[in-house]
């Protein structure tokens, strides 16, 4: 029995469409079908396929680690290895030139300049406005004063922190609004702020999060494609 045939069986055998099961996993059940019918193309990069294998074989009740060495085995795994370790191709003047054409340095420093701006603005912390100068006021003559009513407490903004272990894809939406997307490495924290914030990533084992102060922890185990929403 194939990979994709195993998952389909244990999926039946749980009387479960794929639109039931791709409402707990929070998983796309076109990305389901896809791993049933063994149609990688589907899903795009390898890493991602990984990441919904472990997830769909523990949902199911199956060795998630068996699942990944199938699928390392398979045609599509093993095209993918071949075009990481094909040597570069060269040409015979590129071979003996040994120097870039103008133009390659030209997108070069155009490169360089464009990632030392983003930066600087990284870096560099918002300047903040000067206080206007104050008005000399003539002294009014003395009054009464009311009573002060009691200070109004403000209630402490509430964050989302987001704080990567490991490299990990990471999108995040606040308010409907896609505030950040792409592969970052170990290390990587970043701060947001809204009302509703929901949160996809492609390493759920490297991603540990804290909403208001308060540690979440990771979001699940290495590898693990997750999706969750906050409310902020």
């Known amino acids: 029995m194939s990979l994709g045939e195993r998952f389909r069986a244990a999926r039946e055998q749980r009387g479960e469409t794929l639109s039931e099961v791709a409402e707990h996993l929070r998983i ?21 396929i990984r990441g919904f294998l472990r997830t769909y074989a523990r949902y199911l009740g199956l060795d998630p680690e068996e699942a990944v060495s199938d699928f390392n085995r398979s045609e599509f795994s093993e095209s993918e290895r071949a075009a990481a370790t094909a040597p570069p191709s060269f040409t015979l003047s590129e071979r003996r ?7 390659i340095w030209l997108a070069s420093l155009v490169a360089l300049a464009l990632i030392g701006f983003v930066v600087y603005l990284y870096v560099t912390p918002p300047r903040r406005a000067a206080p206007a100068a104050a008005t000399a006021v003539q002294p009014a003559a ?35 609004n896609v505030s950040i997307e792409g592969t970052f490495p170990a290390g990587t924290t970043r701060t947001f702020h809204g009302g509703v914030a929901l949160v996809r990533v492609g390493n759920a084992g490297g991603v540990e999060l804290t909403v208001d102060g308060k540690q979440i922890g990771k979001l699940g185990a290495a590898g693990d494609v997750v999706e969750k929403s906050f409310t902020l």
């Open 28 to 48: 796309r059940s076109v990305y389901l079908a896809a791993i049933e019918d063994e149609n990688w193309k589907t899903i795009g990069a390898p890493v991602y």
């Open 142 to 176: 003395p009054s009464p004063a009311p009573a002060a009513a009691p200070p109004t407490a403000t209630p402490a903004a509430r964050t989302l922190v987001i704080h990567l272990t490991a490299p990990s894809w990471l999108r995040v939406s606040v308010d409907g």
């Open 97 to 103: 030139s040994g120097a870039l054409t103008p133009l």
